[in-house]
């Protein structure tokens, strides 16, 4: 356990620093203009598969329904990190503001859950699709998919509060510096003045439960 720092020697954090690529400009331009491009191929996929299944009521069943809110997830999945990140490149201080930092590491983290648990209902559904066919206009209806996709939703976004209210509730002492491109509790519980193992313990355990209890389900799916 890292020894209490006296109040002499913490700091305040209003801030932090994502160092992101730290390269040369010429690569650091050239990351920009590739992810810039990906960023928006993105984008650009996932909205014309949205206005797709929304346009064409042959797609308004259950499996195309699931799709276009996975789609949706993915549009607000990476905006809540990418666009710091391209702003980042091009800046000398390279600033994310205290608020900002958690706000992102809130949103990233519950936008993650959120797919995990889609991940799963998709392959729920795959399985009734193609293991049980004659059954399953009956099994998969419009209401069971509205139930499940609200679940994901809501889930996913009650999954992390806790440990991110804890983790912010600390006190922070030293460096300011994230060696990442985005905030992740990893980094922040390293800058923390006294390490808090019920903390870090309930970290860890809902971030291995995220992946494994979804990874089991859709293998035995």
């Known amino acids: 356990m890292k020894p209490l720092s006296s109040p002499s020697n913490a700091s305040t954090i209003t801030d932090f620093i994502?160092?992101?690529?730290?390269c040369s400009r010429e690569v650091q331009s050239f990351l920009f203009a590739l992810?810039?491009?990906?960023?928006?191929?993105?984008?650009?996929?996932?909205a014309s598969i949205i206005c797709a299944v929304r346009w064409d009521q042959r797609l308004h069943t259950p499996m195309y329904l699931l799709l276009a809110n996975f789609s949706f997830l993915e549009i607000w999945y990476v905006t809540s990190t990418v666009p710091n990140m391209l702003a980042n490149f091009p800046s000398?201080?390279?600033v994310?503001?205290?608020?900002?930092?958690?706000l992102q590491f809130y949103f990233?983290?519950?936008?993650?859950?959120?797919?995990?648990f889609f991940l799963v209902v998709m392959a729920f559904d795959h399985y009734l699709a193609i293991c049980r066919p004659l059954h399953y206009p009956a099994?998969?209806?419009?209401?069971?998919?509205?139930?499940?996709?609200?679940?994901c939703w809501v889930l996913g976004f009650l999954w992390f509060p806790v440990p991110i209210i804890l983790i912010s509730q600390m006190s922070f002492c030293?460096?300011?510096?994230?060696?990442?491109?985005?905030?992740?509790p990893g980094s922040l519980l390293a800058?923390?003045?006294?390490?808090?193992?019920?903390?870090?313990?309930?970290?860890?355990?809902?971030?291995?439960?995220?992946?494994?209890?979804?990874?089991?389900?859709?293998?035995?799916?």
């Open 18 to 22: 994502l160092l992101g690529f730290p």
């Open 35 to 46: 992810f810039s491009t990906v960023y928006l191929l993105t984008l650009m996929g996932n």
């Open 92 to 94: 000398d201080t390279k």
């Open 96 to 102: 994310i503001s205290f608020s900002g930092c958690f």
């Open 108 to 116: 990233f983290f519950s936008l993650g859950s959120t797919e995990c």
């Open 139 to 151: 099994l998969m209806t419009g209401r069971l998919c509205n139930i499940l996709v609200i679940s």
């Open 174 to 184: 030293g460096s300011r510096i994230i060696d990442h491109f985005l905030c992740d």
């Open 191 to 221: 800058f923390t003045c006294v390490t808090d193992s019920l903390t870090e313990l309930t970290s860890s355990t809902l971030s291995s439960l995220l992946l494994f209890v979804p990874f089991f389900f859709i293998m035995g799916s």
